[in-house]
């Protein structure tokens, strides 16, 4: 690299970038454009200007730009700022990018290109730009629209999924070929690499931070800033992984600490200079002749962009329970390619697994999208009043019943939040457990049990059969045994199925890929079908009550041991407070009352709705008090009924019947379960109508060990309901009837006095 050539370089490279940018945002056009344009002015390919000497030297600047760049996006990423997208924006950018995945490899596919080559082209336009969308919506002053929101909201995913798509791009470029072996290596190798990136972000850095924060000024803020960003760099090179992930995971780690704000502030000048220099050498690789020669593929490349990333977006916004409106509006703003996809070519040319044709093809396609963005949105309107006027009348009403306009606010919700934080762990952690289970049973058992059969077939058979297995109750606690939280939702707005549904359905998608996986090593057939095909058994064992017993005490059982020495100190502090009811200030108690005269239900039919999660445990009836009614007892107007579970399950039954004329809620507040049971003498009820909270322990000998709520006979036996379980100190409120019952359980019942004098007539609890 010599000083004087790097020199006029850098100098001719900043000249144009200058003037090119200038002229672009006085036409109102991304910058990105202009540094592209411009690198391909003052490339060897444009003869009538100046031209930089030495271009690997460019290319060297611009390696370092990207890192720069993901480093940025780090300092921009949170988990916070993950939760705040709602399931709306989860949705959106699931769906867009792995129908654009499937879509790009297989017009490659029909171009005739290599496998590798249709691999990168899915992945390059799986996702679209967040600084041209975000440049046309401040052009157009749409930033305040709430779909604007959703669409940036599901940009910063996109951004998120195309950091783990270059750690599989990168390790399937390893090899050139898709190894179970070697991606089984670099997932593990990705989790202790993730696992070591939280530890330091939440002990080392902040701390260091702290102890050095009196010394830190501007400067050396941004060099501490920078040194962490390189160091992480080449963390990420010497285990395997490309520099832009390191870069990023440097930048996410400074993204949660105190000093964030200011170290984005610093590092944004550099990010912007490197990243000038980055988008001028991707316009330096546009070679006219070679673009004319490929102008066929650039054209299909560019109609199935437009086409499929509008499309899957539109598709994407109504399943997430946006109205029409919300989804051609939002869709028309996803119509193009952008500097992600630059970084992935990026990625396949150092590697050298893609033709050198595909990256100034792609950035044709990106400049030929990019400029047709603002035109899209614009008109997005208009697009909408056409296709809403020539909608048949069914999908018009039908849509207009199953999606809403303030979707986008009511997924933002703290429920939305906590759901999809749930769901994110949960899928997360199986899949992760599938894939290893599926890697050992192939790489290893099938071929041991093979040997030992000494035929190929019943080897294979025997190994999926275990693999399979071990995978099902993995794919059923994929399926939160509680599901409150998603009746809640539910049952809040209409418009809430449709995402609700939608998440469901990925998770046994990818159940059933699993599946198949294993299944192919059988059947010749092809993955599409023993996909549907395993899909089937999936949908009957999320439904599997003995199934769920067992995925309920494995969960429990992980989270005790998880949690061994937290619940071992709260088991400790409740012996020295003998008053410590861990339930007292978790289940509520809420009062409901029929109004409709004509109103004759028995409970069955009163609450057999699948979202009615809360238990009736007494009927007011004027004077008289029915504790823990039968499920045949019938309920009529004038009755007030008092309703137990947690603070979710009360909530998920008041908005539930709240939309029902017969039923109103009371004047009652509603109460701690501590506060009901004792105040219940003060409101003068007879002894004999209270009701009443108990623990009783279970022994090695009790007949109700190793049997789920359901079939266990409390109910029947003693007129008691399992409101709790405390299992080794560890507190399972409201727990489900598939709850399989175990030695030493404590269990907390409810009921009515005469539940008292039963259990201690049949040894189960002391005088």
Known sequence: ????????????????????????????????????????????????????VDQADIGTWADIGIIFLMFGLGLDFSFKKLGQVGGS???????VMAMMVLVGAGVGTLLGWSKMDCIFLGGMISMSSTMIILKAYEEYDLLREGFAHMILGALVIED??????????????????????????????????????????????????????????????????????????VIANLIGFSSALGAFLAGSILAGTVQSDRIRFLVKPVKDLFGAIFFVSVGMLIVPKMLLDYIVPIIIITVVVIVGQMTFSVIGILLSGQSLHTAIRGGFSMVQIGEFSFIVATLGM????????????IVCVSVITAFLTPVFIKNSEKAYKFINKRLPDKLRKALRKNTSENQTRDSVDNDWNEYIKRVCIRTGACTSILFLFYWAGTRHLMPRLT???????????????????FMLPVINVMFDSNKTLYYKIWVKHRSNHLPLITMMALRVLMGACFLALVLRKIFHIPFVILVLIAAIPIFFIVRSAWLNGVTIAMEKSFVANFSERTLDKAKKDRSRDKNYRWLDESLYVAEFEITDPDFNQTIFDFTKRKDFVVTIIRIIRETEYINMPSADEYISSGDVLQMLGTKHEVDACTMLLERNDAIRYTESDDKVLKDFIYGQRFEGLP???????????????????????????????FGATIIGIERGALPIVSPGIDTV???????????????????????LMDK
């Not at 003037?19 to 991304?30: A, D, E, G, S, Y």
């Open 687 to 717: 002894e004999e109508s209270e009701l009443v909270c108990v623990p009783i322990k279970l022994d090695a000998t009790s007949r109700f060990v190793r049997k789920s709520i359901k079939n266990c006979g409390l109910r029947q036996a």
């Open 451 to 469: 040997e030992m059969v000494d035929s190929q077939m019943t080897g294979n058979i025997l190994s999926a059969a275990i693999i399979i297995a």
């Open 160 to 233: 998120i999924g195309g950091i783990f798509m270059l750690v599989i791009l990168s390790t399937i470029s390893a090899g050139k070929n898709v190894s179970d072996a070697a991606m089984a290596q670099q997932i593990l190798i990705m989790i202790i690499y993730l696992v070591a990136w939280i530890l330091i972000g939440i002990f080392l850095v902040p701390t260091i931070q702290k102890k050095i924060s009196h010394l830190l000024n501007d400067e050396l803020t941004l060099i501490f800033s920078a040194a962490l960003c390189l160091v992480m760099v």
């Open 350 to 361: 150092n590697m050298g697994v893609i033709s050198t044709h595909l990256y100034p093809i």
């Open 741 to 763: 019952l175990a030695k030493d359980d404590i269990l907390w019942l409810i009921g009515g006095s005469e539940m008292v004098n039963r259990l201690i007539r049949s040894g």
């Open 89 to 95: 924006a989860f949705t959106v950018a699931a769906t």
């Open 1 to 52: 690299m010599h000083l004087e050539s790097l020199v006029e370089d850098l100098a001719l490279i900043l000249v144009a970038s200058a003037v090119l940018t200038i002229i672009f945002r006085k036409l109102k056009q991304p910058v990105v454009l202009g540094y592209i344009v411009a690198g391909f002015l003052i490339s060897p390919n444009f003869v009538y200007l100046p031209t930089v």
